[in-house]
């Protein structure tokens, strides 16, 4: 019996965790990644506007996409089902999103690295689903697509 | 060809229209993709699987809506926009969809 519990109750609080552990380490990495390569393309704004505030020559434009599939830890999947009993702001699935859209967004302009500008700048959210039940819970893609335009000349 | 998500090519003039242009693609996930990504959902992250798999038919999809572009003489679409929708646990629809146009 004893051995029973120990599994039943053992398994998922080693998950859990495991998830506070790792998942931490690599939610802090991520965040130094974005940082990192955020400020690598500040002189190369993305606008969620059709225009932008230049009247300079267009050279060429093409259609740049950058996506990800993000997915939360095992402890912030159970400490917001907590959460979910009180009501409120679900703070652990903030930073999920927020990841997943500052990515999405840096790939969309690391596929188009030398764009002067990117116009009308869409994200797009999507849940994915399991096949196998609601594992998939707190799993989501986001895309972020816009037109890259190159100037004539360099700013 | 030249997709852009805008309703004009910047640079360019339009000088016909031909109208809407769609491409779409239903994927299924396998179960080995499914059994990784159960692992890699433990510790959260970038589940690279799913981003793979998501990239490849929303590639599908354009090159779909790009061929029927093609076909009719255009060589660029404009206002490009890209949906998703789930059509069964598990399988999801792409959607790409714009203006086929004629640019000089």
């Given at each position: 019996?004893?051995?029973?519990?120990?599994?039943?109750?053992?398994?998922?609080?080693?998950?859990?965790?495991?998830?506070?552990?790792?998942g931490s380490n690599i939610?802090?990495?991520?965040?130094?990644?974005?940082?990192?390569?955020?400020?690598?393309?500040?002189?190369?704004?993305?606008?969620?506007?059709?225009?932008?505030?230049t009247s300079r020559p267009v050279r060429s434009a093409s259609l740049a996409t950058g996506s990800v599939v993000v997915s939360v830890d095992h402890f912030k999947r159970f400490v917001s089902g907590f959460r979910m009993i009180f009501g409120g702001e679900v703070r652990s699935y903030s930073s999920l999103i927020d990841r997943g859209r500052r990515e999405a967004v840096l790939r969309m302009k690391e596929s188009q690295?030398?764009?002067?500008?990117?116009?009308?700048?869409?994200?797009?959210?999507s849940t994915i689903s399991s096949t196998s039940g609601n594992e998939g819970i707190g799993t989501i893609e986001v895309l972020a697509y816009g037109t890259a335009v190159h100037?004539?000349?360099?700013? | 060809m030249i997709l852009t998500n805008i309703d004009s090519v910047p640079g360019r003039q339009i000088v016909q229209h031909f109208g809407l242009v769609q491409g779409s693609t239903i994927r299924a996930k396998h179960f080995g993709r499914d059994f990784a990504a159960g692992l890699k959902n433990i510790v959260g992250g970038e589940l690279k699987g799913y981003t793979e798999l998501l990239q490849e038919s929303?590639?599908?999809?354009?090159?779909?809506?790009?061929?029927?572009?093609?076909?009719l003489g255009a060589n660029a679409v404009i206002n490009v926009r890209f949906t998703t929708s789930s059509v069964a646990q598990g399988a999801s629809e792409i959607l790409s969809y714009g203006t086929a146009v004629l640019v000089e």
């Open positions: 019996m004893s051995t029973e519990l120990l599994v039943s109750i053992g398994i998922p609080v080693l998950l859990i965790i495991v998830g506070k552990v790792l939610e802090r990495r991520h965040y130094e990644s974005i940082a990192a390569r955020e400020a690598r393309f500040r002189d190369q704004p993305a606008f969620s506007t059709k225009h932008s505030n690295p030398n764009a002067h500008a990117y116009l009308n700048t869409r994200l797009e959210t100037y004539d000349r360099a700013p | 929303r590639a599908e999809a354009t090159s779909r809506m790009v061929a029927q572009a093609r076909e």
